[in-house]
């Protein structure tokens, strides 16, 4: 499993409650961390989905960007706000970016 896997993944930051408010999950393993350690409830239907989806995403059986996908399913499901976040550059590495990220 690639733990620090991050091509293709488009970081995304999170609005919790508690003792970490914010983290930004930059690759499959900080996503993993969140999901184990700070998410507020392990038990919705949209968590269980993310969890599988990033065990998926490790072992290379889906693309980051599919799980990121459950990830925010998952986040809008605990009612935690997030924001995409488009790192300096990455427009030139990703042309399959939307325009309204690329500026």
């Known amino acids: ?19 970490a408010p914010r983290k930004i999950v930059w690759t499959l393993g900080d996503a993993a961390r969140l999901l ?9 239907e949209e968590y269980v989905a993310a969890v599988k ?3 998926d995403a490790l072992s290379g059986k889906i693309g980051p960007e599919q799980f990121r996908e459950a990830l925010l399913r998952a986040a809008d499901e605990a009612g935690i706000a ?5 790192p300096q550059g990455m427009a030139e590495r990703r042309p399959d970016l939307p325009p309204t990220m690329r500026r």
């Open 1 to 19: 499993m690639c733990w620090n896997t991050s091509s293709a993944f488009t970081p995304v930051g999170f609005a919790l409650r508690g003792r």
């Open 36 to 44: 184990m350690n700070d998410w507020p409830c392990d038990d919705g």
């Open 53 to 55: 989806a990033c065990v």
């Open 82 to 86: 997030t924001l995409s976040l488009v």
